[in-house]
């Protein structure tokens, strides 16, 4: 007789730790419990059934019970929640809720994947109202979009400005809805840095959302939702997605150890400090490889990953585990942004001597169609060089320079490996010198003191303080929108007009995306200018900056006219 398994959660972890069980032991029984209606359902594309991208809420559950037995041999028992452990006897309580039935099954090993909850702050009144959603599962999606339907709904807030916050937002609004966006933070989109976030702020507004920075929700009436600054923002629907907690009541309720950041305590191979009873998911604290530190990180890769380990630990075979890094992408509108490993502020946090670059290549040869800049931050470790993380967001391949990024991380890679890596090229596909190599290059110099770099988030305090700023661009560029107190001296014309840079006072040059500005610094160098700075991001960059708080603030601009091309 093989072994006894249950699993406790039938989406990513669980779906994925009971069939990796069944494909190691044809022999053993395995039993799966979800207290929904359903099993392996595609989370991560629920919002997209609001535009009708998917367009059948069906087509969101990728296995029915039916098929993990005929498939796996599996039984699947939906709308089951298991309601206690006793560990002792080794058996977990279960209640039908369709038929109020409880009952007992008995275990060998149990693996826990009971995912998060969403968080629905009880100081919010009205936030108990029916027009108040969540989105964790297809029931829930299905009442959302139901609702909006059978009442016509046409304004909705989003409150939450995460991954699902942002999805959730941006389907309604491809849907035709007036959607209001509420952050409470200043930014949407934390694993990104602030400067690379005033991008997808750009994007927001571009396409209609009401977004709301720096302000959070204190009451939802039945029209309308109340801020904390005394706004009313105009709302018959309401998406609550602010974030989740893990969902670790049963666990606490067994006397499983659990973490500092709240999540269940596992060891390398997934295993609670029960030794017949594995965690994995959203549920679990990890450890994160860059910090050295626990954390949390609830995603569908890490969860499968984690499934798979535990399920291999039942049947003795070990698992390295590396830690985890956070590789994550996203969708907004026409830009698509990934990002992997650490950003300035978990850089700050963990208390990480680092420096960075961004840069705004091409993501393929510019002769060839939907040619298009990428916005590149690349994160490293000072002196080392070592690599901690990149952010990334255009309209071409994101993913696949994060994607990199990602895999020179897990090898320890440095600027060095990474300035060497040998990539695919091909004109339709990227360029000879991809992103990545790029970036590393500009890295390099800034690490070896090659020149100075400031960042687009210092130029309004150097406008200010009307710093002198050279724009080394063409004539007809700068006419085209500049630096309000930018002085033109084009690249072209740069050694016949030194006369007119002074070499008393810092001299901040900038171009359309740091390139030429990059080679007239190198130059002014050479002919003994020794305090010249690039601007990192130049004039693209600068624009993507300012762009949305422009527009929010009507404060005075530092630019003649915005340029995003």
């Known amino acids: 007789m093989g072994k006894r398994i249950l699993v406790i959660g039938?989406?990513?972890?669980?779906?994925?730790?009971?069939?990796?069980?069944?494909?190691?032991?044809?022999?053993?029984?395995?039993?799966?419990?979800?207290?929904?209606?359903?099993?392996?359902?595609?989370?991560?594309?629920?919002?997209?059934?609001?535009?009708?991208?998917?367009?059948?809420?069906?087509?969101?559950?990728?296995?029915?019970?039916?098929?993990?037995?005929?498939q796996y041999n599996i039984e699947a028992r939906v709308n089951s929640e298991v309601i206690k452990i006793k560990r002792e006897e080794k058996k977990v309580v279960v209640k039908d809720l369709i038929s109020g039935e409880i009952y007992e099954e008995a275990y060998d090993k149990l693996v826990l994947s009971p995912g998060a909850n969403p968080i629905l702050p009880r100081s919010i009144e009205g936030i108990d109202s029916e027009h108040v959603f969540t989105v964790r599962n297809v029931v829930d999606i299905e009442k959302l979009k139901n609702y909006i339907v059978k009442n016509n709904i046409e304004d909705i807030a989003v409150v939450g400005g995460g991954f699902i916050g942002v999805e959730v937002a941006e389907n309604l609004r491809l849907a035709g809805k007036n959607v209001s966006l509420i952050e409470a933070q200043n930014q949407i989109m934390s694993p990104f840095d602030y400067d690379m976030a005033q991008i997808f702020h750009k994007e927001m507004l571009d396409n209609g959302i009401n977004l709301i920075l720096s302000d959070a929700v204190q009451k939802i009436n039945k029209d309308s939702v109340e801020l904390q600054s005394g706004r009313k923002v105009a709302a018959k629907a309401v998406v609550m997605a602010i974030g989740v907690v893990p969902e670790t009541t049963l666990a606490k309720d067994a006397g499983l150890e659990i973490g500092e950041t709240g999540g269940i305590k596992v060891d390398h191979n997934y295993l609670t400090s029960d030794k017949d009873i594995y965690a994995v998911g959203d549920a679990i604290e990890v450890y994160h490889r860059l910090t050295h530190k626990a954390t949390r990180l609830p995603l569908a890769g890490p969860a499968q990953r984690q499934a798979r380990a535990a399920a291999d630990h039942i049947y003795n075979t070990p698992h390295r585990n590396n830690g985890v890094i956070g590789s994550s992408v996203v969708q907004i509108f026409e830009m698509s942004g990934a990002s992997t490993g650490l950003n300035e502020k978990a850089a700050k946090a963990a208390g990480i001597s680092y420096?960075?670059?961004?840069?705004?290549?091409?993501?393929?040869?510019?002769?060839m169609p939907e040619a298009n800049p990428i916005h590149f931050k690349l994160i490293y470790e000072y002196p080392t060089g070592k690599i901690l993380g990149a952010q990334a967001i255009g309209k071409g391949n994101v993913d696949k320079r994060i994607d990199v990024i990602a895999a020179m991380i897990l090898m320890g890679a440095t600027l060095e490996d990474l300035k060497e890596l040998e990539l695919c090229y091909a004109p339709l596909f990227g360029t000879a010198k991809d992103v990545v190599n790029h970036a590393a290059l500009v890295a390099?110099?800034?690490?070896?003191?090659?020149f100075r770099q400031v960042p687009v988030s210092k130029v309004r305090e150097l406008v200010e303080n009307n710093a002198f700023i050279i724009d080394v661009r063409e004539k007809d560029e700068y006419e085209e929108g500049h630096l309000i107190n930018s002085i033109n001296i084009p690249l072209s014309e740069l050694r016949d007009r030194l006369d007119e840079i002074p070499k008393d006072r810092p001299v901040y040059l900038?171009?359309?995306?740091?390139?030429?500005?990059?080679?007239?610094?190198?130059?002014?160098?050479?002919?003994?200018?020794?305090?010249v700075w690039n601007i990192s991001g130049s004039y693209l960059g600068i624009c993507c900056y300012e762009y949305f708080q422009d527009q929010v603030t009507e404060r005075e601009k530092i630019v003649t006219e915005y340029n995003f091309n």
């Not at 420096?355 to 002769?367: E, N, S």
């Not at 390099?444 to 090659?450: A, Q, T, V």
């Open 444 to 450: 390099l110099n800034i690490l070896n003191g090659k």
């Open 10 to 70: 039938g989406v990513a972890g669980g779906a994925s730790a009971a069939a990796r069980a069944r494909r190691i032991d044809e022999s053993a029984e395995i039993i799966m419990f979800e207290r929904g209606p359903h099993v392996s359902f595609s989370n991560c594309a629920l919002p997209y059934h609001l535009s009708g991208m998917v367009e059948n809420s069906e087509e969101l559950v990728l296995m029915s019970p039916e098929k993990f037995k005929k």
């Open 510 to 531: 900038h171009c359309r995306s740091s390139q030429r500005s990059y080679n007239a610094v190198m130059a002014l160098q050479n002919m003994g200018y020794n305090n």
């Open 355 to 367: 420096d960075f670059v961004y840069i705004i290549p091409g993501d393929k040869v510019g002769l």
